[in-house]
């Protein structure tokens, strides 16, 4: 008989790495034998980096969603990816409920490292809703082994999954095509993400100028969503930055042709959301040196000196040695390149991804 699943969570646009993942799991869930699957798209309509934060705006797009409560009632598994703030989780309220009540098996997958931090902050009545909603949870699911404690609160430490990401299929290039790239003649460095300030988005562009002041040659663009708040400022800095490029939002064989074309990619992150982030995986796919913060699940999947080279939070000048190690040091950037393409080829592919929530779905409780 068939299990029908009910996806509950964003799916692209805004592509963010939890609406890619959705995208993920819903078309290859489709194509496994035995399987059902439909979806109820939350994603909101504007970008902002005021995530988690309430608005008139924003309850309304959600509580219409509730109207589609109704799909539920014929799924066998509902999967949700809430977001991690009491209005991100409170926002699904409904869907936990009807999903206790009709003894739906309901999994929760949380893609960061906030939820549990965000049960600690909270007080009195909103505690006690958080933790009932959360409770009703009969799987939990989480981006690595040491986020595990954002779902321990809640449910018992059986009922927790681990769940690495993945990237794409068409993004793993071929091996001779790896080798023509790896080379670091020169800088050709990369930001793949929202601009977002705590993404460390201020932090490169700073370092881009430092690079600029030096005389050091190098290239750089920058690929992901303005937050509004920041555009007028983002902008500025792209106005002084020489060799500097902001390329918009990329996709499919846009977003390919960036990843091939660099050999740096710098996430000087420290997102209070942050979990495990998908572009790390994906610079890894192609081949590329990996610039990073020691942040939320990042330590799981990166090594440093192995995957690229930890930089500080909050330190331009961090990001610039960084970056001219790799161009000092090129044998053991090239060995690096080398090495994250070998690992993701082995352990991040989509099959394996979607092969180990099948084996989640199908664990008896």
Same mark, same amino acid.
Not at 92 to 107: D, G, H, P, Q, V
Not at 163 to 185: G, Q, R, S, W
């Given at each position: 008989m068939n299990k029908k699943v009910l996806i509950i969570g964003p799916l692209p646009e805004p592509t963010t790495g939890v609406s890619l993942a959705n995208k993920v799991v819903s078309q290859n869930l489709a194509k496994r034998k035995g399987y059902i699957v439909n979806a109820i798209n939350t994603s909101y309509y504007k970008f902002d980096e005021s995530l988690g934060l309430f608005s008139l705006n924003k309850l309304f797009f959600y509580l219409k969603l509730n109207c589609f409560v109704?799909?539920?009632?014929?799924?066998?598994?509902?999967?949700?990816?809430?977001?991690? #703030? /009491?209005?991100?989780?409170?926002?699904?309220?409904?869907?936990?409920?009807?999903?206790?009540?009709?003894?739906?098996?309901?999994?929760?997958?949380?893609?960061?490292?906030?939820?549990?931090?965000?049960? #600690?902050?909270?007080?009195? /009545?909103?505690k006690k809703i958080f933790k009932i909603l959360l409770s009703k949870t009969s799987k939990g699911i989480v981006l690595s082994e040491s986020l595990t404690g954002n779902m321990s609160p809640f449910i018992e430490?059986?009922?927790?999954?681990?769940?690495?990401?993945?990237?794409?299929?068409?993004?793993?290039?071929?091996?001779? #095509?790896?080798?023509?790239?790896?080379?670091?003649?020169?800088?050709? @460095?990369?930001?793949? *993400?929202?601009?977002?300030?705590?993404?460390?988005? /201020?932090d490169l562009l700073e370092a881009l100028l430092v690079l600029e002041a030096?005389?050091? %040659?190098?290239?750089?663009?920058?690929?992901?969503?303005?937050? *509004?708040?920041?555009?007028?400022?983002?902008?500025?800095? /792209?106005?002084?930055?020489?060799?500097?490029?902001?390329?918009?939002?990329?996709?499919?064989?846009?977003?390919?042709?960036?990843?091939?074309?660099?050999?740096?990619?710098?996430?000087?992150?420290?997102? %209070?959301?942050?979990?495990?982030?998908?572009s790390i995986l994906e610079n890894m796919a192609t081949a590329n040196v990996i610039l990073t913060t020691n942040h939320a699940g990042i330590p799981d999947v990166f090594q440093d000196k192995v995957n690229g080279y930890l930089v500080k939070k909050n330190d331009p000048k961090s990001i610039v040695d960084a970056i001219l190690r790799c161009q000092?040091?090129?044998?053991?950037?090239?060995? @690096?390149?080398?090495?994250?393409?070998?690992?993701?080829?082995?352990?991040?592919r989509v099959k394996n991804f979607i092969d180990n929530i099948l084996n989640i779905f199908e664990k008896e409780q």
């Open positions: 109704y799909k539920l009632l014929k799924a066998d598994i509902v999967y949700v990816t809430p977001g991690q #703030t /009491f209005f991100g989780v409170v926002k699904y309220a409904l869907f936990f409920i009807t999903s206790k009540m009709f003894n739906k098996e309901l999994i929760i997958h949380v893609h960061g490292n906030h939820i549990g931090k965000e049960y #600690t902050l909270l007080n009195g /009545f909103k430490k059986d009922d927790i999954y681990v769940l690495y990401n993945f990237v794409e299929d068409y993004l793993f290039l071929d091996k001779e #095509t790896i080798e023509k790239k790896i080379k670091i003649d020169k800088p050709k @460095i990369i930001f793949l *993400s929202n601009l977002m300030q705590e993404k460390g988005i /201020f030096r005389n050091i %040659a190098y290239e750089a663009k920058i690929a992901g969503q303005i937050d *509004s708040k920041n555009k007028i400022i983002i902008e500025s800095y /792209f106005e002084r930055l020489q060799f500097t490029e902001y390329v918009g939002v990329v996709s499919g064989e846009s977003k390919k042709e960036l990843l091939l074309w660099a050999n740096i990619f710098t996430l000087p992150t420290y997102y %209070a959301m942050e979990g495990q982030p998908i000092s040091d090129q044998e053991n950037a090239i060995s @690096i390149m080398k090495n994250n393409y070998k690992v993701a080829k082995s352990k991040y």
